[in-house]
């Protein structure tokens, strides 16, 4: 479940797990700063202006059936950032939070 770290108008710090993503405006970044077991890998960072979309993903789990769900910060390049959340109602609260923030539509 995301949580959020810090919300004011000029940033945006949220925790996914083991992953926190800051959207800086100020700074004009957004960086991802990822965990692997114990170890911090190295931050991604991209400028705000890039990230031009916000959507939710669904996938299930093929063994247990279990559907997972992913607010994915999509990129002006083509890429995305995919960022788990366990519940339906928690991703969408969360993606909402994160488009007001950018002021981005869907997708």
Excluded: C
């Amino acid at each position: 479940m995301a949580k959020t770290l810090e919300s004011t108008d000029q940033r945006l710090t949220m925790q996914f797990s083991s992953n926190t993503l800051e959207l800086d405006k100020a700074a004009g970044s957004a960086t991802l700063q990822r965990k692997i077991l114990f170890w911090s890998a190295k931050p991604i960072e991209k400028p705000l202006a890039d990230v031009t979309g916000v959507t939710v993903d669904k996938a299930v789990d093929r063994a247990s059936g279990v559907e997972v769900y992913h607010v994915m910060l999509v990129m002006r390049t083509g890429d995305a950032w995919a960022l788990a959340e366990n519940d339906k109602a928690r991703v969408e609260a969360t993606a909402s939070a994160i488009r007001k923030f950018l002021g981005v539509q869907d997708g």
